[in-house]
């Protein structure tokens, strides 16, 4: 079955840190690009970055830019969002996503929910 | 960045009607529009890619068109699952921002 499964996240302080992690199975990891979205609580979808196959192109959006980096482990299925600097407004759920071939994202994993708060 | 307006923010249907909803962006997308499907508590789900592909598993009654800045999703005959939120997104500029959602509800 193709699934990914995110997770890493949590409740941390305004100015903190959290890794998050999604784990890939079921298919070709390392043949996809691989990104990262969110959605506050109540709100829309927000693309966040996403990250080329081979893993060495990465796209930010502005809002992040700076204070996150994704990353990821072809031999470990593995894709990773390194987020720093961590702000109110950053509380939301986090998924990541694979993109097919045109673009488009095609598998999502059940979210992982990051609250930032004192 | 481009803007991506979904009309209208809410639709009331009865099951059994066709529900249609809108997408516009701001400037041409070319044929790179997505649509997806998000119930509470659940992750988005693809519906449609390149504006009228339907993805695997998607049911015939979903159907897409559209190019450029005009882009229709369409559901036949809704079905008690279909009552949910559909976002449109655009993926032909970086970065690739979805539509603020349209909640389909039971009339």
């Known amino acids: 079955e193709v699934q990914l499964v995110e997770s890493g996240g949590g409740l941390v302080q305004p100015g903190g840190s959290l890794r998050l992690s999604c784990a890939a199975s079921?298919?070709?990891?390392?043949?996809?690009?691989m990104s990262w979205v969110r959605q506050a609580p109540g709100k829309g979808l927000e693309w966040l970055a996403n990250?080329?196959?081979?893993?060495?192109?990465?796209y930010y959006v502005d809002s992040v830019k700076g204070r996150f980096t994704t990353s990821r482990d072809n031999a470990k299925n593995s894709l990773y969002l390194q987020m720093n600097s961590l702000r109110a407004e950053d509380t939301a759920v986090y998924y990541c996503?694979?993109?097919?071939?045109?673009?488009?994202?095609?598998?999502w994993g059940q979210g992982t929910m990051v609250t930032v708060s004192s | 960045e481009i803007l991506m307006t979904q009309s209208p923010a809410t639709l009331s249907v009865s099951p059994g009607e066709r529900a249609t909803l809108s997408c516009r962006a701001s400037?041409?997308?070319?044929?790179?529009l997505a649509w997806y499907q998000q119930k509470p508590g659940q992750a988005p789900r693809l519906l449609i890619y390149?504006?009228?592909t339907r993805a695997t598993g998607i049911p015939a009654r979903f159907s897409g068109s559209g190019s450029g800045t005009e882009f229709i999703l369409t559901i036949s005959s809704l079905q008690s699952e279909d009552f949910a939120v559909y976002y449109c997104?655009?993926?032909?500029?970086?970065?690739?921002?979805f539509g603020q959602g349209t909640k389909v509800e039971i009339k």
């Open positions: 996503a694979r993109q097919n071939w045109g673009g488009a994202s095609d598998i």
């Open positions: 079921g298919f070709t990891f390392s043949s996809y690009w």
């Open positions: 990250i080329k196959d081979e893993g060495r192109e990465k």
């Open positions: 400037q041409s997308v070319s044929s790179n």
């Open positions: 390149g504006a009228s």
């Open positions: 997104q655009q993926y032909n500029h970086w970065p690739p921002v």
